[in-house]
């Protein structure tokens, strides 16, 4: 075992002196080089740069994908011409975003989307969050407004229900021609012209109207698809039973085949009116008689037209109507039609319904002054004027509570 050399005695002054320590290793040239010091210097901006950028991501979709401040869908309209700035105001200020705009802007520019937003009425569901609002808006999946157009109204009637609708944007410059719309509901955004949902209603008439007629019966003694729409109108005029559409077009077929006039009130009234739909008060017997082309109490055959628009159940029951027999029908009173095959038989449904109103005389609605009382056909009929009394029954288009039976009147309203 080694000894360690003898410690050499300190003056206590020598003691309390600090030692000395040996200088530190002098750097190398290499270190001091001005481009290595640049280079350290980037890398280390680098570094923070990439820190900083990397928290900032985070932050940032952290913040985008959070839920939103929305409490419950809304609704909220997009300007035409409106810019980020404006739009992160209109939504700010609607509770879609947080307070702070400036996020909603940042994440946009972060997202570059600001050349993609698009105007238009938006529905914004609960608690959406950033990137919900700006893909909702990028997508332009604008708020889709129903538009519907009932059955049986003529064109005037429907231009003047896009006129009242003011979802819809534009004028109209004519009225389209009657029986080239096709009844339905419609979706649009707001503010389309209504131009557009003109040209979208005759499109879609043509479309069903020619897989109509490629399914028809070729029985049915109508000679074109203009033809078709004009009895599909009166069937649709006639009825307000979906279960009956094809059995009231095979009265109207039945007496086109045996050359029989239809005797229909609303082509009287379509007549006197035009494209107005209603007449505001009975007709009148002088009106039953008088020559109309569309009076089918006089004229043989269809009227020139439609006497509306009808809808695809009425067109397919025009079409492809029931197979019976039946010539007449009239009111039940129970809001739909006895049908029958004979005269006879048809004066006995009208006794049922004349004792039925006699019964409930004092509960019976009064009958819409715009249309009269129903009536029956009689056995001749080209004949002017029949002779049984008239029968009522509901009405389903003329914009009355009670209508004539499209047969044939009886009496008709006193001149």
Request: charged fraction near 25%; avoid cysteine.
């Amino acid at each position: 075992m080694s000894e360690r050399p003898p410690i050499s005695p300190r003056s206590p002054r020598a003691a309390l002196e600090p030692e000395q320590l040996p200088p530190p290793p002098k750097r190398s040239d290499r270190a001091r080089n001005p481009l290595v010091i640049i280079g350290n210097a980037i890398i280390t901006l680098v570094l923070v740069l990439m820190i900083g950028a990397g928290g900032i991501y985070v932050y940032g979709k952290q913040k985008i994908e959070a839920a939103g401040p929305l409490q419950d869908d809304k609704v909220v309209n997009i300007p035409q011409r409106a810019g980020l700035g404006d739009i992160a105001e209109i939504l700010q200020r609607e509770g879609v975003i947080e307070n702070n705009r400036w996020v909603f802007i940042g994440s946009v520019l972060a997202l570059k989307a600001r050349a993609d937003l698009k105007p238009g009425e938006y529905s914004f569901q609960k608690e959406a969050s950033l990137r919900d609002v700006i893909g909702t808006i990028v997508e332009g999946k604008v708020v889709q407004h129903a538009v519907t157009i009932p059955e049986g109204l003529t064109s005037e009637q429907i231009v003047a229900r896009l006129t009242d609708n003011n979802i819809l944007t534009g004028s109209l410059r004519e009225i389209p021609r009657e029986g080239t719309l096709l009844p339905e509901t419609y979706k649009f955004p707001r503010g389309t012209p209504r131009e557009q949902v003109i040209n979208r209603m005759q499109q879609a008439q043509k479309r069903v109207l020619s897989e109509v007629w490629e399914r028809r019966n070729p029985e049915i003694p109508v000679k074109s698809p203009e033809q078709l729409v004009t009895l599909a109108s009166i069937v649709e005029k006639e009825t307000s039973k979906p279960d009956e559409r094809s059995r009231v077009s095979a009265v109207f077929v039945n007496r086109l085949q045996k050359k029989m006039r239809l005797q229909s009130d609303p082509t009287i009234i379509y007549g006197l009116v035009g494209g107005k739909g209603t007449l505001g008060r009975q007709i009148k017997r002088s009106e039953i008689q008088q020559p109309s082309p569309y009076n089918t109490y006089v004229i043989d055959g269809l009227p020139p037209g439609p006497i509306a628009n009808p809808g695809r159940a009425s067109l397919e029951a025009a079409a492809n109507p029931a197979r019976t027999r039946d010539l007449y029908f009239v009111a039940d009173g129970s809001g739909g039609h006895a049908f029958s095959d004979s005269y006879d038989q048809h004066l006995k449904n009208v006794a049922k319904l004349r004792a039925l109103e006699r019964q409930t005389q004092n509960d019976t609605i009064e009958p819409a002054e715009d249309t009269p009382p129903t009536a029956t056909v009689a056995p001749d009929a080209n004949a002017s004027v029949p002779s049984p009394a008239p029968v009522t029954r509901p009405s389903k288009n003329s914009g009355a509570s009670k209508k004539r039976n499209g047969a044939a009147p009886a009496a008709a309203g006193q001149d």
